[in-house]
């Protein structure tokens, strides 16, 4: 039973700890996963704002510099633009 227990403690202690997955970071993946450059793994100066159907408007930073815009509608559709 003890080699149990210290067998179950030692894979249970091996075993990584997820991690959870800031706004800014979401941000960025979104970003980067729609084929723009964001030059980072975390946006800055986020901006969000929903209409009174449900669509989102988020407007991000990247490290780089560059802005975009990110769309997302009421019904789940993603759109990402470069703000100039």
Known sequence: MKRWLM???LI???VPVA???TEAQDIA???LLRGYDCGGRQVSQINKRTDN???QTIQATCPNGVRYQ???AADGHVTVSPLH
């Open 53 to 55: 159907r449900g669509n």
């Open 19 to 21: 991690e959870a997955v």
């Open 70 to 72: 990110i769309n997302i």
């Open 29 to 31: 993946a979104t970003i």
């Open 7 to 9: 067998l179950s403690l």
């Open 12 to 14: 249970l202690l091996a």
